[in-house]
């Protein structure tokens, strides 16, 4: 701005025909224009001129500025001169490390600096920039930090703006001194502050210190206060914080990942003075102003102080968050409670006195939705605990949030942020709008890997839990194995008849193949070549289940209390493929046949009854909360298994360090017999291992062992190898057999199964979260009459006779020790099968790290954890023997005989688990 006007010396009448702007490059002449209230057609005004300079040069758009008029015959033509300031093309940051960029804009916008990319420029918003950046870096214990600005022009009219920053050495925290502080400790009060505090293990008093925090002289005031709130919940009422006062040193050292190299820099001690003055007590709590809640007595117990308890400050903020919250509960909800303490310092002693402004008692009158694009309003109102007409309760309130939250159909909502609260004090009613914001409602899962169990795997699962807004759900499954395959598919109407009445249907179908032999060859990594004879010791089969499940479930009124009753209807089939396996379940006293036929229509029919008690937040990402099962499988109700099985299963979820970590921990313990004379059948035994229970074993792949007392027969051979013929004068006739009785290792499962899951997880980054574990599990049997062997198997080992069995008719050259008496039966063998000590009382335990994504497309946790197995199952056992010497005839074909005998029938097991697992699933464990 040089000039006003050039050649006006006095106001002289007449016409202004046009207004003219020059200069102009990126402002259009009609914003220049628009920003003068002199107009083409106004009569010529000097004073209206000046006012439109004024606001032209006050917009600030310009360096310079100048109006001039030219006289015209029509009348006079106003000239505007500009000189627009730069534009910012481009800001540059040079030795900026500490922090990056982002955060540099986001402390100009929360600063309100106005300095950004395309802007003008203005050298006062550059020194704020200066300043605000100086302060930013401070923070970051970059408390010797210089900063200078370059600004470079770019032709036109444009500009490069650099700041060139030297950071310095980063100060941290060093010494924490209190002074005064007599009565309670240092390391207590350190662990008050929040921002300086060093970093470490909480309360582990020699490891809380490990790393010093960056000196941020913009948190100290807090830290201080923390520490002078501290004593306030100790009884020291009057405790007071002086002014900390710091004091800069330099200091040397090494970096641990560096030995060999010294480092330099700085660091400040802080010292806080502390008058800590005279302890108090609580003398009592008195109420006042309480009208519509006048029991005295039920107010005081929402403090949860007793009096003579020392004076807590903290215990009085919570109890007054609670008491406007149970004022919430009758619709108060304006009411304020006044704290007035009064002290008796004779006796150390403090009243509270609590004046309550009740205010006024509001209903309902509408409850509205907003952002429900898909989801229908009553399936929303249908889950309010609270209804229009009544009293507003604000309990009931945040209940129907919680319901609301467990559906899935929206992001999270919290009553703070999510729902608004409109008043109307004439005829105290409020209006409540609950914003949404509706979730994806298709889920898809993958799942894959390898397990010893499963073999390797890939499964799908599609979940619609919202169709077409009503709230149905719609669910498809299917997961296909090299040893495995599982389909399955479901629906669920959540509010049938217009009633809260839970009904769902569901038709699967499996098919499971065993081979323990391809399955320990998996766990190993290596082939095994295992003889015929070997491999009929082993279990291998096939199981193959089809059904249906139909469930209805109905809450109790107003709570998170839910009772079910289901009826699920199988038919499965087992085809075995050893003869272990062949013995194992026609021997097993499942069902009032046996043999063969009690491996095909084994029907199932059972009814189930439940009881859920659930107030977790949420189903894939709980933040706080507990749930609670109980159901039993009740079989027998047609069909021809008879089997009783009883599961509970109880979760806590709870919000840590401040709420930003969850601890959880899950404890599942159920039991199945049968009854009636059978026992349960086989598959319906409990096995563990996985994902969903112990994550560092193999799915399904934890059970008890035993031996399975069979009996079979063995050629009698001479030591070269040629078998010993029934009549030497026929060959035809066949070799000379000897039936003896074999164990055959099983895996029966158990008939108890406990498993507890601890897990603390950790955000990292939005749906990122680690989480370190630890599963514990317990699979065994307890009864064992519940593997006990049918009567008709029972008799038929009893009765076989084993051994060399003589007969006078059959010229053998070789005599039986004792003659014909010298046949043997089994004595003293168990109906019962009895497993081996070391497998069915064991302790398996994981542990290990796990890594939570939620996958925003698939609406499901994506998992990868690593597992190690402290306990485990690591032994070796020798098949007991039931074959003696004297089975075999005398003379070396008997000796070779039993040689052989031994060998192929009383193999060493070794039982060994994996000591670590690395895997990723789609799912959750609990």
Same mark, same amino acid.
């Given at each position: 701005m040089t000039l006003l006007f050039c050649g006006i010396a006095q106001a002289q009448e007449g016409v202004i025909v046009d207004i003219r702007v020059h200069g102009n490059r990126r402002i259009p002449a009609d914003t220049v224009k628009s920003r003068m209230f002199t107009h083409a057609g106004d009569v010529y005004d000097q004073s209206s001129l000046e006012r439109d300079f004024n606001a032209l040069w006050n917009a600030g758009y310009f360096d310079d500025l100048r109006l001039e008029r030219e006289q015209t015959d029509k009348g006079w033509i106003i000239h505007v001169y500009v000189k627009e300031k730069p534009t910012i093309r481009e800001i540059k940051y040079e030795g900026l490390n500490s922090v990056t960029q982002s955060d540099v804009l986001d402390k100009f916008k929360e600063r309100k600096v106005g300095l950004s990319q395309e802007s003008q420029y203005d050298p006062t918003r550059v020194k704020r920039a200066e300043v605000v950046l100086k302060e930013l870096l401070a923070s970051h214990g970059r408390q010797f930090a210089t900063i200078r600005t370059e600004v470079r022009p770019i032709p036109p009219a444009a500009v490069s703006i650099t700041f060139v920053v030297k950071e310095g050495p980063k100060v941290k925290v060093g010494k924490i001194i209190f002074e005064g502080n007599a009565h309670v400790k240092a390391r207590e009060l350190r662990a008050a502050m929040k921002n300086l505090k060093p970093i470490g293990i909480p309360k582990s008093i020699f490891l809380e210190n !490990?790393?010093? %925090?960056?000196f941020d002289s913009t948190k100290l005031e807090e830290d201080a206060e923390r520490v002078r709130y501290d004593y306030q919940t100790r009884g020291y009422f009057k405790a007071i914080v002086g002014d900390p006062k710091t004091k800069i040193r330099d200091v040397s050292g090494i970096k641990w990942y560096m030995p060999w190299k010294k480092t330099d820099g700085k660091v400040?001690? #802080?010292?806080?003075?502390? /008058? /800590?003055?005279? %302890?108090?007590?609580l003398k009592e709590i008195t109420f006042s102003g309480n009208k519509a809640i006048s029991n005295t007595r039920a107010l005081r117990e929402i403090f949860k102080m007793k009096d003579g308890d020392w004076f807590d400050a903290e215990l009085v903020r919570k109890g007054l968050d609670d008491l406007k919250k149970a004022y919430g509960e009758f619709g108060y909800i304006n009411a304020t409670a006044v704290p007035d303490t009064q002290f008796d310092d004779v006796?150390?002693? #403090?009243? !509270?006195?609590v004046d309550l402004d009740e205010g006024k008692q509001f209903s309902v009158r509408r409850i509205e939705f907003v952002g429900n694009t898909t989801t229908r309003d009553k399936v929303i109102r249908r889950e309010l605990a609270l209804e229009e007409g009544g009293i507003y309760n604000s309990r009931l309130w945040e209940m129907s949030l919680l319901r609301l939250n467990q559906l899935q159909y929206f992001e999270p909502l919290k009553a703070e942020t999510d729902s608004e609260t409109k008043q109307n004090n004439q005829d105290n009613t409020i209006d409540l709008t609950l914003k949404v914001r509706e979730k994806g409602k298709n889920s898809i899962g993958l799942t894959g890997g390898v397990s010893g169990l499963a073999g390797s795997f890939i499964g799908v699962n599609y979940t619609t839990n919202n169709l077409l807004g009503k709230g149905e759900t719609l669910q498809l499954e299917a997961n296909v194995g090299q040893f495995e395959r599982n389909i399955q598919f479901g629906f669920t109407e959540p509010y049938a008849f217009d009633r809260p009445l839970q009904l769902g249907a569901v038709v699967f179908s499996s098919k499971y193949d065993y081979n323990y032999a391809k399955q320990l060859a998996l766990s190993t990594g290596q082939q095994l070549n295992l003889s015929q004879s070997v491999q009929d010791t082993l279990q291998n089969y096939s199981q193959s289940t089809t059904g249906f499940t139909l469930s209805s479930s109905y809450p109790l009124h107003r709570s998170f209390k839910r009772v079910g009753l289901s009826y699920t209807f199988s038919d499965s089939s087992v085809q075995t493929f050893s003869t272990a396996s062949t013995q194992y379940f026609q021997y097993l006293a499942f069902r009032s046949v046996t043999g063969p036929n009690a491996l095909e229509g084994i029907l199932t029919s059972k009814v189930t009854p439940s009881f859920t008690w659930n107030r977790i937040d949420n189903p894939q990402r709980p933040h706080r909360g507990s749930s609670f099962f109980l159901a039993a499988d009740i079989s027998g109700l047609g069909g021809n298994v008879q089997m009783i099985r009883p599961v509970t299963e109880y979760k806590r979820f709870i919000p840590v360090n401040k709420g930003r970590n969850v601890f959880g921990f899950r404890v599942q313990g159920s039991f199945v017999t049968g009854y009636g004379g059978n026992v349960a059948p086989p598959f319906e035994r409990f096995y563990m291992g996985g994902e969903n229970d112990l %994550?560092?074993?193999?799915? %399904?792949?934890?059970?008890?062992t035993a031996f399975l007392t069979d009996f079979t027969s063995i050629a009698l051979t001479n030591p070269d190898g040629t078998t010993v013929p029934i009549d030497p004068a026929h060959p035809n006739k066949g070799a000379y057999t000897i039936a003896i009785p074999v164990q055959r290792i099983i895996y029966p499962g158990g008939d108890t199964s406990v498993v507890t899951n601890l897990e603390y997880r950790v955000p990292i980054a939005g749906p990122v979260t680690i989480a370190a574990f630890v599963d514990t599990g317990w699979d065994m049997v307890l009864r064992n009459d519940q593997l006990r062997i049918?009567?008709?198997?029972?008799?038929? !080992?009893?009765?076989t006779i084993f051994g060399c069995v003589y007969n006078p008719l059959i010229p053998l050259t070789v005599g039986c020790t004792g003659g014909g008496d010298a046949s043997h039966f089994l004595t003293g063998l168990s109906q019962n099968i009895t497993p081996i000590d070391k497998t069915n009382y064991q302790t398996r335990m994981s542990t290990g790290l796990e890594l939570q994504v939620i996958m925003p497309i698939v609406n499901a946790p994506f998992r990868i954890y690593y597992a190690y197995n402290p306990f485990r199952l690591d032994t070796t056992t020798t098949t007991p023997s039931p074959i003696t010497r004297s089975m075999f005839p005398d003379g070396a074909a008997g000796d070779y005989t039993y040689k052989q005998a031994i060998s192929l029938y009383n193999p060493t097991y070794v039982l060994r688990e994996p000591l670590k697992t690395f895997r990723f699933t789609v799912a959750t464990t609990f």
């Open positions: !490990l790393f010093a %925090r960056t400040v001690d #802080i010292t806080m003075p502390i /008058e /800590e003055g005279d %302890r108090y007590k006796n150390k002693s #403090i009243t !509270l006195k %994550r560092g074993f193999d799915i %399904r792949s934890v059970s008890p049918s009567d008709q198997q029972y008799s038929t !080992l009893t009765n």
